[in-house]
């Protein structure tokens, strides 16, 4: 159980195109989705909350209008990368916390996209 | 600024032998702490959640918790090969559902 799924895996695109990332739980609704970034040899960061039915919250220096973030429904959440620059490719995992769990915080993660902009 | 601290290492460590992670976090008010495992361009995998002071066991996985000293640590008993990866620690706030606060991660290698 706790299967996140994303799609593409990876993503080549050329600069000023926009790109959409799907994240999907596959076996439990989520009220609760994440998006993160990862860069070469860093860490996760935190981009963006996003709860079903309502407007994504984003952390600090990430654009809301670059990011574009759609929660349509408990299963599905959506990122567009618009305008893309080489600067934004990097690693983008979705995580998912389940709606109803006996451990309340766990997150799951998917399996990333990696996206490179030409 | 919510912070957590890890030795990015790498960390060598002998086949069968105990590894032990450490991890520090600067945001007192914190409350829940994970351990995940994460290959080389992979995404991150659960291995532990600690939510109290103390120890926390499955199987080979003990997670230790010490809130007064703003301290997790990660032990892995009987290390495999297999084992050999990047370990992030990550911190929640209490409450909401904000996301993870990860840090860099520790590179472990165990050496067969």
């Known amino acids: 159980g706790a299967v996140v799924s994303q799609h593409p895996s990876w993503v080549i695109c050329k600069s000023g195109t926009s790109v959409k990332i799907e994240c999907r739980s596959l076996?439990?609704?989520?009220?609760?989705m994440f998006w993160y970034r990862q860069f070469p040899k860093q860490s996760l960061m935190l981009m963006a909350t996003?709860?079903?039915?309502?407007?994504?919250?984003?952390e600090q220096g990430v654009e809301k209008d670059k990011f574009l973030i759609n929660h349509a429904s408990l299963t599905l959440s959506t990122l567009t990368v618009t305008s893309a620059h080489p600067e934004d490719s990097s690693f983008y995992i979705c995580?998912?916390?389940?709606?109803?769990?006996?451990?309340?915080?766990?997150?799951?993660f998917g399996p990333g996209t990696r996206l490179t902009v030409l | 600024q919510k912070e957590v601290e890890q030795n990015s290492g790498p960390l060598s460590v002998p086949e069968g032998a105990i590894a032990s992670l450490n991890c520090t976090y600067s945001?007192?008010?914190?409350?829940?702490f994970f351990w995940y495992r994460q290959y080389s361009g992979k995404s991150p995998e659960l291995i532990m959640s600690?939510?109290?002071?103390g120890d926390k066991e499955d199987g080979r996985f003990t997670a230790q918790l010490n809130k007064a000293s703003q301290y997790v640590s990660l032990l892995i008993r009987d290390s495999q090969p297999s084992d050999s990866a990047t370990y992030l620690c990550?911190?929640?706030?209490?409450?909401?559902?904000?996301?993870?606060?990860f840090g860099k991660g520790t590179h472990l290698i165990i050496q067969p």
């Open positions: 995580s998912a916390r389940p709606r109803t769990s006996s451990s309340y915080n766990e997150q799951f």
């Open positions: 076996d439990f609704q989520a009220t609760t």
């Open positions: 996003s709860n079903e039915g309502s407007k994504a919250t984003y």
């Open positions: 945001d007192r008010v914190s409350q829940s």
């Open positions: 600690i939510y109290s002071n």
């Open positions: 990550a911190v929640k706030r209490g409450g909401g559902a904000d996301g993870l606060t």
